[in-house]
């Protein structure tokens, strides 16, 4: 069994920052990819940002590109959102996801790809 938890958010004013936390626990991740997903009432579950445990490559939605900045603590086996910049169209319930082994970063895109999810963290941006 996996489990993904997510701590970090809250409600921050338009241009503030937050930091959204995952500890993975359960199984190794040293080899997988992480990423983070978001849902805003009434969408659908939309990438966010992913990031190999191997090398740190990272890839993003262009939404958030050069806004938020996923990384990673092996030793913890924890990953981190850095959001910066935040909007009101930010706000949404982000979601931790470890990805299928396997997967290339061509499919992180989408949910399909995830093996695993945590229980989500609220994130609102007033303006």
Do not use: H
Request: charged fraction near 15%.
């Amino acid at each position: 069994q996996v489990q993904l938890v997510e701590s970090g958010g809250g409600l921050v004013q338009a241009g503030g920052s937050l930091r959204l936390s995952c500890e993975a626990s359960g199984r190794t991740f040293n080899s997988y990819a992480m990423g983070w997903f978001r849902q805003a009432p009434g969408k659908e579950r939309e990438f966010v940002a992913a990031i190999r445990w191997s090398g740190g490559s990272t890839v993003y939605a262009d939404s958030v590109k050069g806004r938020f900045t996923i990384s990673r603590d092996n030793a913890k086996i924890t990953v981190y959102l850095q959001m910066n910049s935040l909007r009101p169209e930010d706000t949404a319930v982000y979601y931790c996801a470890a990805y299928t082994p396997g997967r290339n970063s061509a499919t992180y895109y989408y949910t399909d790809s995830v093996g695993y999810w945590g229980q989500g963290t609220q994130v609102t941006v007033s303006s």
